[in-house]
């Protein structure tokens, strides 16, 4: 959570006087911390390298669709 709150933007605004401001996460610049847990829940329960490549390589995959196949 930490590399969460590093990666994100404060955004504020001003609106009838009254302020208001959130933070913005980016998960995708955590990505490799992300990966690092995944690959240690993947030993914990036993997933195969191909399950662990699937769970790693999902979100790419599900954004890209068939651009990746044009390579």
Do not use: W
């Amino acid at each position: 959570m930490k590399d969460y709150r590093d990666n994100s933007v404060v955004y504020r605004r001003v609106s009838n006087g009254i302020l208001t401001q959130f933070d913005s996460f980016c998960p995708a610049k955590s990505k490799d911390i992300l990966d690092e847990i995944d690959k240690l829940l993947a030993s914990h329960y036993g997933f195969t390298e191909e399950e662990l490549d699937f769970i790693i390589n999902y979100d790419i995959k599900y954004r890209m669709g068939d651009e990746l196949n044009e390579e």
